[in-house]
């Protein structure tokens, strides 16, 4: 969700690419991103965790996480998905959480320790995740790919499928516009006019060209939230591919 001014500002950012290799953010600064952060964590928290918590029931199914699992929340924000992933997959699995607003991330760990889990919560960014490649059974985003402007939808998803394990589930839920007038109309004028316009369905041909296979899209089990969906392929399909293609 972006908030009118300043982050559709940060979003015309030049957006810069980090490798795997770089020195990982400092904790207290947001990293430079072509992504519209968000700092008012504590206040996003109070007002949206009651809202969104319907939807971790059917993230879960449609994110097919299993228990033993390793889970990355990417643009966790104040952490709940994350919190309720590492549930998920119990204790012989792991979920993480990376977002580049330090707020965010002071937040989410607020969470953990509150509710007695140790998850961990890193500043970051989708387009230079912290990660070795092949790292994550699941790969999650919620409302996070209308934050990310221009090319870094693209440079975000090619991220979440280096990092995925071959045969992993990449799930990205975004909020899918009212068609009522009066609803659009609040949506334009409260919460962002480019929120309006959100398609969750252009987000198929993006998980394609990033290589992802099986790629599907449809209604999460919450009004005014859609997932796109995608495996990154196993190793015996590329290597099909790869034969095909010599
Ligand atoms: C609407 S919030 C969603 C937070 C959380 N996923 C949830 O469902 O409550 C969007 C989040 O995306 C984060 N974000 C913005 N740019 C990003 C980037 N380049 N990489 C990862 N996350 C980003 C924002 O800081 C913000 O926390």
């Known amino acids: 969700m972006y908030i009118r001014h300043s982050q559709e500002q940060e979003a015309l950012q030049t957006p810069t690419m980090l490798h795997f290799h770089h020195h990982p953010p400092s904790p207290h600064r947001t990293p430079e991103t072509g992504g519209a952060v968000i700092h008012w964590a504590q206040v996003y928290d109070a007002l949206f965790d009651r809202i969104l918590q319907p939807s971790e029931a059917s993230i879960h199914a449609l994110a097919q996480v299993k228990p ?42 607020r969470n953990a320790a509150q509710a007695g889990l140790a998850v961990k919560f890193q500043v970051s960014r989708v387009e230079g995740l912290p990660f070795p490649d092949a790292t994550f059974d699941v790969v999650v985003s919620r409302l996070v790919m209308h934050h990310l402007s221009g090319d870094l939808k693209q440079r975000g998803l090619a991220e979440m499928r280096r990092v995925l394990k071959p045969g992993g589930v990449c799930l990205a839920v975004d909020f899918e516009p009212p068609t009522a007038p009066f609803l659009r109309l609040a949506v334009w004028h409260f919460l962002s006019p480019g929120m309006t316009k959100i398609d969750v369905r252009d987000y198929v041909p993006l998980l394609t060209e990033a290589g992802f296979a099986e790629v599907e899209t449809g209604p999460t089990g919450s009004k005014f939230l859609s997932f796109v969906r995608g495996r990154s392929p196993e190793i015996s399909n590329l290597l099909i591919n790869k034969e095909n293609t010599q």
């Open 68 to 109: 033993g699992d390793q889970v990355l929340d990417v643009g966790c924000g104040p952490g709940r998905l994350t919190l309720a992933a590492q549930r998920w997959v119990g204790p012989t699995g792991e979920a993480q959480g990376i977002d580049p607003s330090p707020e965010m991330i002071a937040t989410a760990r």
